[in-house]
T-cell receptor, first 116, second 113 residues
Framework: AQKVTQAQTEISVVEKEDVTLDCVYE???????LFWYKQPPSGELVFLIR??????QNEISGRYSWNFQKSTSSFNFTITASQVVDSAVYFC?????????????FGKGTKLSVKP | DGGITQSPKYLFRKEGQNVTLSCEQN?????MYWYRQDPGQGLRLIYY???????QKGDIAEGYSVSREKKESFPLTVTSAQKNPTAFYLC????????????FGPGTRLLVL
């Protein structure tokens, strides 16, 4: 079973639309971290946010906002007033305290296309 | 500027050949990682290293080898035993191993001739 599910494979919006990328995770740990990364066409993964399991406050950074809900095991990402430069693949990832490898467990990503 | 560099950007491998991908970081991070990305897929962990002279296998280590002789460097060798090496390879580092933010390099795309 996937530990991190990004059900939306591809999303296409027109510039200035708001868009929400969904992320559902699965873990038995009480202490864990969630991440979002952006992968533009160049390929490099760009870190966007890290959130620990004890902090359910929503976070806003400019046009980006994140909604963390432990009750539904979701950590959704919203881009307000999207721009063409937001076009990329976005990955949600989970790091568990009980994980032996210290690695990130990635979802399969959501490809966002923002049309002018 | 601090960061992670990977070279080359593109690499071509012939049948039966071993090739080495370079990863260097100047962030003074202890932990380093190698991931493989296939089209339409998330990243999968190949190897990771918590500290110099120590490294561990990840989920898909077969056909790969690594070394960690210096804190800054974590090269990955794709051996001839790796039968399907065509992929995008990403190197990452973090301050320490567990639950810290990982920062990624620009990646190396490996193609088989």
């Amino acid at each position: 079973a996937q530990k991190v599910t990004q059900a939306q494979t591809e999303i296409s919006v027109v510039e200035k639309e708001d868009v929400t990328l969904d992320c559902v995770y699965e873990t038995r740990d009480t202490t864990y971290y969630l991440f979002w990364y952006k992968q533009p066409p160049s390929g490099e993964l760009v870190f966007l946010i890290r959130r620990n399991s004890f902090d359910e406050q929503n976070e806003i950074s400019g046009r980006y906002s994140w909604n963390f809900q432990k009750s539904t095991s979701s950590f959704n990402f919203t881009i307000t007033a999207s721009q063409v430069v937001d076009s990329a693949v976005y990955f949600c990832a989970l790091s568990e305290r009980g994980g032996s490898q210290g690695n990130l467990i990635f979802g399969k990503g959501t490809k966002l296309s923002v049309k002018p | 500027d601090g960061g992670i560099t990977q070279s080359p950007k593109y690499l071509f491998r012939k049948e039966g050949q071993n090739v080495t991908l370079s990863c260097e970081q100047n962030l003074n991070h202890d932990a380093m990682y190698w991931y493989r990305q296939d089209p339409g897929q998330g990243l999968r962990l190949i190897y990771y290293s918590q500290i110099v002279n120590d490294f561990q296998k990840g989920d898909i280590a077969e056909g790969y080898s690594v070394s960690r002789e210096k804190k800054e460097s974590f090269p990955l060798t794709v051996t001839s035993a790796q039968k399907n090496p065509t992929a995008f390879y990403l190197c990452a580092s973090s301050i320490v191993l567990y639950q810290e933010t990982q920062y990624f390099g620009p990646g190396t795309r490996l193609l088989v001739l």
